[in-house]
């Protein structure tokens, strides 16, 4: 199917945001957005990936072990969860580690690639949460790439549909599908640049 000429740029930035994410994460190299390659002190680590830069982070956890400070609940499946909680969420918000903004990236592309183009039927709580960091890049990687297969396969009348993708945690069903488009590049590109200034954080960390 050819590329609806109104999804193309939108396509290209998905494209090369999550190039430049899975550079700065797996090394050894990433785009620095000039297009040269900028060197990067290595792929990330168990460590670094459940680093807390604050004291009273939201992160992932072993389901076993609870929820962390002023979370409610753990989401996702399997031994790892995700710190959440309820509406109203805490005020002022918990800073978040690596482990939650990318665990929070992937379950989103993933959820709404399959609320677009699957079976229209996971929940957060169908969404392995992952708690090592090699499964979280591994994870991400697919969700992008399910998130990515989801748009190759609209059509130009799918963009102005509303409720086209029925992804229940956000306002999909109240929005044309272009603009959930736009609203998950710009979830790719904001929490891309967090985790980017969590691994520098974390590396002049390691060096005081």
């Known amino acids: 199917m050819t590329v609806p000429s109104r999804l193309a740029p939108l396509l290209a930035q998905f494209d090369f945001a999550r190039k430049r ?15 040269a390659a900028t060197r990067i002190d290595g792929p990330l680590t168990d460590e670094e990936h459940l ?22 609940s753990l989401a996702g499946a399997g031994d790892w969860g995700r710190d959440a909680a309820a509406y109203p969420h805490p005020w002022p918000p918990p800073v978040t580690t690596l482990a939650w903004r990318l665990s929070h990236l992937t379950e989103m592309l993933t959820l709404r690639a399959d609320h677009t183009a699957g079976g229209h039927t996971l929940t957060r709580d169908d969404h392995p949460v992952s ?24 059509d130009d009348a799918a963009l102005d549909t509303v409720g086209y993708c029925t992804y229940p945690h956000g306002s999909d069903l109240e929005e044309p599908f272009l603009d959930i488009v736009w609203w998950v590049n710009q979830e790719l590109l904001h929490h891309g640049a967090e985790i980017a200034l969590l691994r ?8 005081r």
């Open 21 to 35: 994410l899975t550079g700065r994460l797996t090394g050894p190299v990433m785009d620095s957005g000039d297009g």
């Open 51 to 72: 680093w807390e830069p604050v004291p009273g982070c939201w992160s992932v956890r072993r389901r076993a072990d609870g929820p962390g400070p002023r979370a409610t």
């Open 131 to 154: 708690g090592d960091a090699a499964t979280a890049v591994a994870a991400f990687d697919a969700g992008a790439a399910a998130w990515r297969g989801a748009l190759l396969s609209v």
């Open 200 to 207: 520098d954080l974390y590396r002049a960390a390691r060096a």
